[in-house]
């Protein structure tokens, strides 16, 4: 099994910064597309940013220019910068990562915990 660690979010003011990371670790033949998703409360969890293996990135529009996802893979971490926070963003941020499972190579997707991302004055 996969396990994913997240660290960071907290509270901060609009406009200003914030950062995320998510290790995983346990037993995987490799990790592929990494990403980070929220859920608001009232709201469906939707998806903020992803990364493949290779670098690709993908961003949910109200984040672009603001967010950026990026990965180390020697860690098999993945983190989120994010900047120029506004209330909107307040949410649990939740990290999901694919990894391909020893053996089989069958590709299973795992969630982090979540972590409190909350903007406020």
């Known amino acids: 099994q996969v396990q994913l660690v997240e660290s960071g979010g907290g509270l901060v003011q609009p406009g200003g910064s914030l950062s995320v990371s998510c290790a995983a670790s346990?037993?995987?033949?490799?990790?592929?597309?990494m990403g980070w998703y929220r859920q608001a409360p009232g709201k469906q969890r939707e998806l903020v940013a992803a990364?493949?293996?290779?670098?690709?990135?993908n961003y949910e529009d109200s984040t672009k220019g603001r967010f950026t996802i990026s990965r180390d893979n020697a860690k098999n971490t993945v983190y989120l910068q994010m900047d120029s926070l506004k209330p909107d963003d307040t949410a649990v941020y939740y990290c999901?990562?694919?990894?391909?499972?020893?053996?089989?190579?069958?590709?299973?997707?795992?969630w982090g915990q979540g972590t409190q991302v909350t903007v406020s004055s």
């Open positions: 999901k990562v694919d990894a391909l499972l020893p053996l089989t190579f069958q590709r299973r997707a795992f």
């Open positions: 990364i493949t293996r290779g670098g690709s990135t």
């Open positions: 346990g037993r995987f033949f490799s990790i592929a597309d």
